[in-house]
């Protein structure tokens, strides 16, 4: 069973609620379940596409009340551990989609690599060091392809490796 | 949708892995999910028995490779928190059964009472303080009162409750 | 350089007070580290004891502002992570005394058998499986024991261990 | 009592590890508390120079061995929380100093400023958001810079600040 994350900040626009409603019903299409922090913007919109298509959506929340969960988050599991479940979404996850977002969906990216996990981003961040850009993450415009490539690449990956296939 | 913790030690007895694969059985023929640490012993046969009931069983690992999860879990999550996710376990449930168990399971009976769940025992620890016996741990020697219990439970409960309804 | 964990109920009683201080007091001048759980009761009582002999102490922190710290706290670490940073006491400590004590304790004293590290207990709580006491913790009415204890014992003990020497 | 970090790779340049070493001096001349990852690289480099001003340094290692730390550690707390411990640094520390770095720096920057900690970067990560650099990291090529923007700038700070004075 493939777990894929997906993270974006609460506070979304439009176009990346889009994006994350047809991730979410991909990821659901495509058998797998969807992780992620559980509460609104990115998080709520991609858990109600998965749930359009009858998916499983597992939300790891901050806090100690499951009722902070989105309405679309089949199983809501309340932490307690505060912004350090960022490292619990990214450590579950086998590939981490990542659409818009702020610090903590930054976090979430990071977290991701550092445990060689393989990242997607739709209309993230860009990264760079020494004014270059920085490699290991898989950009696209495409909700389907983020799909495709997060059910495909290996869980641990090289900094190297080919984002498509 | 109930979320009710089985804890236990990963080595078990043939005795407490029966009253687990019961308990498990229960939970999910009441519609709720199963959560655990997702290893061994106890929790092993608590998601069999809910997996031989079409129920959905989530282990919260301490590593990060989701490969360590028993056969029967069908959401592992690899935390990699090490035995830190003992307080997500209990953060996460709205009750907790406790069967047999070693200081891992009286960690998470400990955390789970901070916490306010309410934690239902079989064959497991008897606490005292002073020489007398601690309130707040409802024992039983029925799986099927356990899950009864679990399942009807507040999840927010004072030390003066009543197990049983 | 040795590091002791104190750690008891933020109420306690006026003799776990007294208790906590001198341990507090002794580990300062036996040229430990303490750390606890950096709020009131024993913990402050703890702190204050280590402080007045010159000893540095750190508090772990529940939430994310430092100044939840009691004043005898010399290095406090707001950690955000709730609960679950009993766990991180239980990890760091080399040894742990527990005083008295309610459900919070119990699990820094569960997680720190679970973790190999020996537990000395002034007035804490009593275990039982089956009727039987649990070996594993080292009880002593003297704070002055109790420090000699934490200060000598090794950090990964087995079950059978001597308590003194 | 001022507490700030200093994070950055375990695998550092020679000039990051120069940098590290005299933002460690710097900031125990300045009577602050270090804290880092306590490992090797830009941690060491920052912790030998605050020793060598007499500060105190404080490790927070990812996992369950104090031996893990760097020999200019004060304090090492073995923590057992994995990558998890990355947040634990963010929200202990009032200030953030970022050195080059890797993945595992990129994830304190972001955890620090979700937290609303000041961030101050030297040689580190460039952040874009659509082709635009993101507010709210204070760039500096001078270690002595960064000392005096970590002791001064407030611990909760707005994406709008000015990072000088």
């Known amino acids: 069973m493939r777990i894929i994350a997906v993270v974006g900040a609460g506070a979304a626009t439009p176009k990346e609620e889009r ?3 047809k991730v979410g019903r991909g990821l659901a299409e495509a ?3 969807l ?3 559980g509460r609104g913007g990115v998080m709520a919109a991609a858990c109600r596409g998965a749930r359009e298509a009858h998916g499983i959506t597992v939300g790891i929340l901050p806090g ?8 679309w988050v089949s199983i809501p599991l309340a932490t ?10 990214a450590s579950a996850a086998q590939a981490v989609i990542a ?3 702020e610090w ?7 977290l991701a690599r550092k445990m060689g996990r393989p990242v997607i981003g ?4 860009q990264l760079q060091r020494g004014g270059q850009p920085v490699q290991g993450i898989c950009y696209t415009d495409s909700p389907e392809e983020a799909v495709r490539w997060a059910i495909t690449l290996q869980q641990t990956v090289g900094e190297g490796q080919s984002c498509g296939s």
Chains 1, 2, 3, 4 share one sequence.
């Open 19 to 21: 994006l994350a409603e």
């Open 31 to 33: 058998g797998a379940i």
């Open 35 to 37: 992780i992620c922090g």
């Open 64 to 71: 100690t009340d499951a009722r902070e969960a989105n309405p």
């Open 80 to 89: 307690g551990l505060g912004e350090a479940r960022n490292a619990v979404i």
């Open 99 to 101: 659409i818009g977002g």
């Open 104 to 110: 903590g969906t930054l976090s979430e990216i990071a």
């Open 122 to 125: 739709l209309e993230t961040w």
